[in-house]
């Protein structure tokens, strides 16, 4: 549906797999504001996935105003340099959001 605003994903591990099924949705969705992620984790392909994905939103680009990722990981866990250049570069997609 490309009317959704909030896309929402709970206790679920996306692949970059599932996030390029779904790219359409975070591609071409005008309406679409905030995409948040409470999971247990995604992997660096998924991130980078998504960033292709908001970046061909072109103009459309602007009306996402919130990405909020909140990995249920353990702390202990270390955090792949992958996983943050992917963050990194997400962030850099969306400066309009800083």
Do not use: M, W
Not at 19 to 48: C, M, V, W
Not at 51 to 69: P, S, V
């Amino acid at each position: 549906n490309r009317s959704i605003r909030v896309f929402q994903a709970e206790g679920f591990d996306f692949t970059s797999r599932q996030i390029q099924i779904l790219r359409p949705f975070f591609s071409h969705n005008a309406h679409l504001t905030e995409i948040k992620f409470y999971s247990p984790g995604l992997d660096s392909g998924a991130i980078d996935k998504l960033t292709d994905a908001i970046k061909e939103r072109g103009r459309n680009i602007g009306t996402i105003r919130l990405i909020n990722y909140i990995s249920a990981e353990r702390v202990s866990r270390r955090v792949s340099h992958g996983r943050i250049s992917a963050i990194v570069e997400l962030a850099e997609t969306c400066t309009h959001l800083t």
